[in-house]
Nanobody, 117 residues
Framework: QVQVEESGGGLVKAGGSLRLSCAAS??????LGWFRQAPGKEREFIAR????????SYADSVKGRFTISRDNAKDTVYLQMNSLKPEDTAVYYC????????????WGQGTQVTVSS
């Protein structure tokens, strides 16, 4: 049975850091990604990592502040978020894709990240 579950969200002050984790189990996923959705806005891509970590990309809005990584032995992907800003406040979702392109096949339930000013 496939499971995709995020953890690590919370409340942090601007300039602070959080690390999100996502356990994606049940099958092998070539691509793991992070997305977020703020109130009243559409879900947006944040970062993705493919394979053993050789293929990584970020949204411009988080480049230089967020780092995605994965531990294949633990079926887990991480999102280290530094220099957080109030505009980073959103529900963060983990997504898993069997292949390297196309739509994501499985999504987590999301974890809330709130950054206070």
């Amino acid at each position: 049975q496939v499971q995709v579950e995020e953890s690590g969200g919370g409340l942090v002050k601007a300039g602070g850091s959080l690390r999100l984790s996502c356990a994606a189990s049940g099958r092998t996923f070539r691509t793991l990604g992070w997305f977020r959705q703020a109130p009243g806005k559409e879900r947006e891509f944040i970062a993705r990592i493919t394979g053993g970590g050789g293929g990584i990309s970020y949204a411009d809005s988080v480049k230089g502040r967020f780092t995605i990584s994965r531990d294949n032995a633990k079926d887990t992907v991480y999102l280290q978020m530094n220099s957080l800003k109030p505009e980073d406040t959103a529900v963060y979702y983990c997504a898993a894709r069997i292949g390297t392109t196309g739509f994501y096949d499985y999504w987590g339930q999301g974890t809330q990240v709130t950054v206070s000013s």
